[in-house]
């Protein structure tokens, strides 16, 4: 079985200061590892995915994760917070075997202040 | 524009009516996924569709009720509804990428129940 954890429900910024949301998981096999962002009354968008290859993986309005392995994390950052980063985002993961589902992690608000 | 589209955006039912959840996707993919968002819980997945057939059913009550007629469309059906039902539920859809399964969502739908 897999197993996303999320530390920290929560997590406030200053604009201009470093993102790190942090992601760790569970697999048996090879993971594959995705972070989606939430913005109020909207569904989930994909920032980034990992499957295969380089571990640090870029995604779009400059967030960034880095896949280790031996720590069994998935950690999302940004440089620079901006406002309209505020959201929610989740970890999630899945696999190769057949009709694998996502499995999520609990998110993780994102507050940004100026 | 995620080429997911849910219908309606807002829902308010009381505990006796029957209603039906819509989704679409436009996008060519052969799974669909209903997942219910609560507060303070991570995303539940309640069922999952590969070329119609329900390969997925995570223990959800019979008082929610799935179909899937084709690929591009799933409906998910309710009737004598409770208030712990209200939430956010959302659609989404899949096709293999590089072997992992990048699901797109929906806005989602936001229920309540009174």
């Known amino acids: 079985a897999q197993s996303v954890t999320q530390l920290g429900s929560h997590v406030s910024v200053s604009e201009g200061a470093l993102v790190l949301l942090r992601c760790n998981y569970s697999s048996s096999v090879p993971p594959y590892l995705f972070w989606y962002v939430q913005y109020p009354n909207q569904g989930l968008q994909l920032l980034l995915k990992y499957t295969t290859g380089a571990t640090l993986v870029k995604g779009i309005n400059g967030f960034e994760a880095e896949f280790k392995k031996s720590e069994t994390s998935f950690h999302l950052t940004k440089p620079s917070a901006h406002m309209s980063d505020a959201a929610e985002y989740f970890c999630a993961v899945s696999d190769d075997s057949g009709y694998s589902t996502l499995t999520f992690g609990k998110g993780t608000m994102l507050l940004v202040s100026p | 524009e995620t080429g997911v589209t849910q219908t309606p955006r807002h829902l308010v039912m009381g505990m006796t009516n029957k209603k039906s959840l819509k989704c679409e996707q436009h996008?060519?993919?052969?799974?669909m996924y209903w997942y219910k968002q609560s507060a303070k819980k991570p995303l539940e997945l309640m069922f999952v569709?590969?070329?119609?057939?329900?390969?997925e059913n995570n223990s959800v009550p019979s008082r929610f009720s799935p179909e899937c007629p084709n690929s591009s469309h799933l409906f998910l059906h309710l009737h004598t509804l409770q208030p712990e039902d209200s939430a956010l539920y959302l659609c989404?859809?899949?096709?293999?990428?590089?072997?992992?399964?990048?699901?797109?969502f929906g806005q989602g739908t936001r229920l309540t129940v009174v």
């Open positions: 996008l060519g993919h052969n799974a």
């Open positions: 569709y590969n070329f119609k057939e329900q390969t």
């Open positions: 989404a859809s899949s096709q293999e990428v590089k072997g992992a399964k990048v699901s797109f």
